[in-house]
Every structure is written in C-alpha cells, then in structure tokens.
C-alpha cells in the first residue's frame, strides 16, 4: 500500500479537521493496554508536550500513527498504531522505513523506550533491517548495512 510520511504537529492538529479525526481514528483502534490514557487525553497531552506524530498518509487520508519526542539528538518513537482496517498490508512497515528516512536526513537517531516498545513491535523492526541495541531502559534503533548514522 503506497503511503506517504505526513507529521502533525500542535499546529496541524488545532488548522486541520480531517487530521484530528483520522488521528483520533488510528488510536481509538488500537488495543487497550497500548494506550496510557483515553485517546483523546493521549493526544492532547502529546501536542501539549510540544511532541508530534509521524503519520502514514494514504489517498488523503492518515491511516497509521507513532508518537514522536523530539530531544533535539534523537526521535523517541513509542505507541505505533495502524487502523484496524488497513493492518496486515505493510502500512506500519512503511511508516517505520520512511521515519527511518526522515531521520537519516535530520540527522536523527531513533530510540524507544522498552517498556512502549513489545516484541511484536521489535520482530517488525528487525524484519525492516533494524539492529536492537537495549541501551539501559531504551533501544537504540539503527539501520543494519547503513553505517553507525542512526
């Protein structure tokens, strides 16, 4: 499924309509214990906190999600979510890679925190060519092949 990087950021979310509803669709299908909070409280204090989302964007539509903190060295990813009825045709692989992009270009390393990161979650990386490294209480997310630029 052919898919775009779309962010959105407290700007985009309070100008755009159909973001926030896509938005708030990706995340009230994801599975309870994913979510720290009611989806639109996990939203809000995410914008709030001057953090945003990588979104996978599909025929104008949002259609995938992770949360991105941005310390200025590295994007911390945690809560990745694709709507129940896209899920199984690559969308999260997708949206993953072209971060993995957008990061190579910024110059930003990519880190999760283990405890927002499953295992289901890190098979996927895996198979999208990520090396794991536990650093303590996150993982490091870097591109096999690529050098030490993650």
Request: proline share 5%; hydrophobic share 45%.
């Amino acid at each position: 499924m052919p898919v775009t990087l779309h962010p959105v950021d407290r700007a985009t979310w309070e100008a755009d309509a159909q973001a926030r509803s896509d938005l708030a669709r990706i995340y009230a299908d994801a599975p309870a214990e994913r979510l720290p909070l009611p989806v639109a409280d996990f939203i809000r204090e995410h914008l709030a906190a001057s953090h945003f989302f990588f979104c996978a964007r599909f025929n104008d539509r949002l259609i995938g999600a992770v949360a991105v903190e941005d310390d200025g060295e590295a994007w911390w990813l945690s809560h990745c979510c694709v709507r129940k009825t896209t899920r199984r045709r690559g969308v999260g692989s997708r949206l993953l890679a072209l971060v993995g992009e957008s990061a190579l270009v910024e110059g930003r390393k990519l880190r999760a925190p283990s405890s927002q990161l499953p295992v289901a979650d890190q098979m996927l990386l895996a198979r999208l060519g990520y090396r794991l490294t536990r650093a303590g209480d996150y993982f490091e997310l870097n591109l096999t092949g690529r050098g030490d630029q993650q």
